[in-house]
T-cell receptor, first 117, second 113 residues
Framework: DTEVTQTPKHLVMGMTNKKSLKCEQH?????MYWYKQKAKKPPELMFV???????INESVPSRFSPECPNSSLLNLHLHALQPEDSALYLC????????????????FGPGTRLTVL | GENVEQHPSTLSVQEGDSAVIKCTYS??????FPWYKQELGKGPQLIID?????GEKKDQRIAVTLNKTAKHFSLHITETQPEDSAVYFC????????????FGSGTRLSIRP
């Protein structure tokens, strides 16, 4: 299984709602990532988890709260979002990080298209 | 930090012709250069990558070249087909921050029938 899955595919939420995005991989990868991608732009890194511990937070606002319950699952909890947070949220995984060349390959999921009203 | 520039932003080629996308990077410590293809409504898909100890790599119709001295790398697609139409991103990362991939701004490639 070489796939990263994300649910839901689409999400519409109001600014007072609380919702969660889910990501799953069964490749035995120990690093998982959240990216945000606006239309016609490249993905922007938000968070990196390594061995279920938060490794990198790219100064993301606290209304985005990541969680890694186990090595296969990654969640992104959303609360009090703004309309400008509307974007495609991508999850990715890699075998490991900071271990040299072989471990840098990141595999992306299809994304969750989020709309904040 | 690393900065990756990508050109052109849009590219239209006749089916069967070749397409070339060029990228430059700023950090000489970068040592890994992946290329991603993103189709409409999908996440980026790794199509080919190259390490800094290699100058060229080919996989069927796709090839990537790397010039470490000039700090630029290029994607070459030969015998283009309609299914090659997509947005292509180059990227770079270094050993010291292997988890952080810095993406170029993307190239929208259209294949004319």
């Amino acid at each position: 299984d070489t796939e990263v899955t994300q649910t839901p595919k689409h999400l519409v939420m109001g600014m007072t709602n609380k919702k969660s995005l889910k990501c799953e991989q069964h490749m035995g990868h120990r690093a998982m990532y959240w990216y945000k991608q606006k239309a016609k732009k490249p993905p922007e890194l938000m968070f990196v988890y390594s061995y279920e511990k938060l490794s990198i937070n790219e100064s993301v606002p606290s209304r985005f709260s990541p969680e890694c319950p186990n090595s296969s699952l990654l969640n992104l909890h959303l609360h009090a979002l703004q309309p400008e947070d509307s974007a495609l949220y991508l999850c990715a995984s890699s075998q490991d990080i900071d271990r040299g060349f072989s471990y840098n390959e990141q595999f992306f999921g299809p994304g969750t298209r989020l709309t904040v009203l | 930090g690393e900065n990756v520039e990508q050109h052109p932003s849009t590219l239209s080629v006749q089916e069967g012709d070749s397409a070339v996308i060029k990228c430059t990077y700023s950090d000489s410590a970068s040592n890994y250069f992946p290329w991603y293809k993103q189709e409409l409504g999908k996440g980026p898909q790794l199509i080919i990558d190259i390490r800094s100890n290699v100058g060229e790599k080919k996989d069927q119709r796709i090839a990537v070249t790397l010039n470490k001295t000039a700090k630029h790398f290029s994607l070459h697609i030969t015998e283009t087909q309609p299914e090659d139409s997509a947005v292509y991103f180059c990227a770079a990362s270094g050993y010291s921050s292997a988890s952080k991939i810095i993406f170029g701004s993307g190239t929208r490639l259209s294949i004319r029938p």
